[in-house]
């Protein structure tokens, strides 16, 4: 259920990705008039975004929507919401509908429900989900031993966004609480595609795919759920 497309050099990975989540959409569009589109942060896909930007698609029947975020206004750093407006939603694609995760709820835990409400009426099912994996196997705001990550990460659970609270560390910074799709939510994407570059990464990945402990590597829920195909894509 793993396909591994791994490439030489990041400009031939960020133009095979960006071709392949294109044709994915149109597909999508053709077959339902319409096409949702979960984008993740972090810097590795930035460069991806930015060549889809150009693309000529249909972009007002794409509804990108994030598949995590920090619980901080757009104007704060950290924010995915502004991060995906300056990378993705420019050029051609500023005719996107967006859809950000961050409510006027003081909390995470209090907006959970309004923004489940709100992802409950994209376009599904979602037609494309690119997640990140962070040095400590986190996707999305997936992170080891979060609170809230056991819900989250229910096969069988019916939310599709829950609130998540990370224990601090160097990769989360002072950004422990979060908005993340849930396990369940993700594996409704037709096309689900892991994004990696760096040998650093590649040894968490394949660390991963050799254990079995979800709170201790929550990528491992993606990686080894056995309903749905991932490609993993991954260059130098
Ligand atoms: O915290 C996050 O990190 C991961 C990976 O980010 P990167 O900078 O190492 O590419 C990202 O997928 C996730 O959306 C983000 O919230």
Redesign the pocket.
């Known amino acids: 259920m793993i396909e591994e497309k791994f490439f030489p050099d990041r400009e031939r990975l960020v133009q095979a990705l960006a071709n392949d989540c294109a044709s994915k959409l149109q597909q999508g569009i053709r077959e339902h008039g319409q096409a949702s589109f979960l984008v ?6 930035e460069p991806v975004y930015r060549e889809l930007s150009k693309r000529p698609l249909p972009w007002s029947d794409i509804t990108v929507a994030l ?4 619980w901080v206004e757009k104007s704060e750093s950290g924010s ?1 919401h502004a991060f995906i407006e300056k990378s993705l939603l420019q050029n051609a694609a500023a005719d996107a509908p967006f859809l950000g995760m961050k409510t006027p709820h003081a909390t995470a835990s209090e907006g959970e429900a309004d923004c489940g409400r709100a992802y409950s009426e994209l376009p599904r099912p979602f037609d494309v989900c690119i ?5 400590d196997g ?4 997936l992170f080891p031993h979060a609170e809230g990550l056991e819900a989250a990460l229910d096969v069988k659970g019916t939310q599709l966004c829950k609130a998540i609270t990370a224990r601090q560390s160097e ?2 910074g002072v ?1 422990t609480e ?1 908005m993340t799709l849930t396990l369940a939510a993700i594996l409704q994407a037709r096309d689900i595609k892991l994004l990696i570059t760096g040998e650093d ?1 590649l040894k968490v990945y394949r660390e991963a795919l050799l254990g079995s402990d979800e709170q201790e590597m929550p990528i491992r829920s993606i990686l080894k759920q056995g309903l749905k195909a991932v490609t993993v894509y991954w260059a130098p």
């Open positions: 993740s942060g972090g810097s590795t896909p598949v995590d975020e920090r995915n997640l990140g994996m962070g040095g986190h996707t999305a705001s990769v989360t950004h979060r990464k």
